[in-house]
């Protein structure tokens, strides 16, 4: 089993929708928990970080950490085209270690 | 300062050659960071630096592969008699961090090189 689980989509929504992106992992010593968002070709680029349990708001986009459940959410509001990009979960333990583990990504399409 | 600049872009190779691959941090970074990504994968941890120190090496970087930043800035990573299975994107981030334990609050990554091995 691996330590973060992603559904890897596609996940295909019209524009304006509400997108919820989730992933679940098993170590529960993680505690530094980021969304990726990478475009073909390209390296993935941080959109969200969060510390520990909690939601943080930027914009468009919320994340959501339960870390009782080992669950982390990437919410996306008045979804556009231009979100259209794999969405990448990213979370580290923080202790003696700087590496990340990601999940596989999520595929999004928005559809005009 | 335009970012993590990684060379080359693409490098198709015959297995059995050997490969070198270069990475430009963010000039003010003191850390810098490889993964190898493979199609409809995430990001796999491979080793990274704290200036010129490595400072951590996944069980994925075998006695092939090697990795240096010799007077912390830039950094290069060699594959040895590649194999088929090298095939994949590798990707250099680099971060700030104000001290050894310190934490950094996310990567910036580079748009990696894309390696063919045939």
């Known amino acids: 089993q691996k330590e973060v689980e992603q559904d890897p989509g596609p996940l295909s929504v019209p524009e304006g929708a509400i997108v919820s992106l989730n992933c679940t992992y098993s170590?529960?010593?993680?505690?530094?928990f980021m969304w990726y968002r990478q475009y073909s070709r390209k390296g993935p680029e941080l959109l969200m970080y969060?510390?520990?349990?909690g939601n943080k708001e930027d914009g468009r986009f919320t994340a959501q950490v339960d870390k009782s459940s080992k669950y982390i959410s990437l919410f996306i509001r008045d979804s556009q085209p231009s979100d259209s990009a794999t969405y990448l979960c990213?979370?580290?333990?923080?202790?003696?270690?700087?590496?990340?583990?990601f999940g596989t990504g999520t595929r999004l399409q928005v559809f005009p | 300062d335009t970012g993590v600049s990684q060379n080359p872009r693409h490098k198709i190779t015959k297995r059995g050659q050997n490969v070198t691959f270069r990475c430009d941090p963010i000039?003010?970074?003191?850390?810098l960071y490889w993964y190898r990504q493979t199609l409809g994968q995430g990001p796999e941890f491979l080793t990274y630096?704290?200036?010129?120190?490595?400072?951590?090496k996944s069980r994925l970087l075998s006695d092939r592969f090697s990795a240096e930043r010799p007077k912390g800035s830039f950094s290069t990573l060699e594959i040895q008699r590649t194999e088929q299975g090298d095939s994949a994107m590798y990707l250099c981030?680099?971060?700030?961090?104000?001290?050894?334990?310190?934490?950094?609050?996310?990567?910036?990554f580079g748009s990696g090189t894309r390696l063919t091995v045939v």
């Open positions: 981030a680099s971060s700030l961090v104000r001290s050894l334990q310190g934490r950094n609050y996310g990567y910036t």
């Open positions: 170590n529960s010593a993680f505690q530094y």
């Open positions: 969060t510390y520990s349990s």
């Open positions: 990213a979370m580290s333990a923080g202790v003696n270690t700087d590496k990340l583990i």
């Open positions: 000039s003010e970074h003191n850390r």
């Open positions: 630096f704290q200036n010129e120190a490595q400072l951590e």
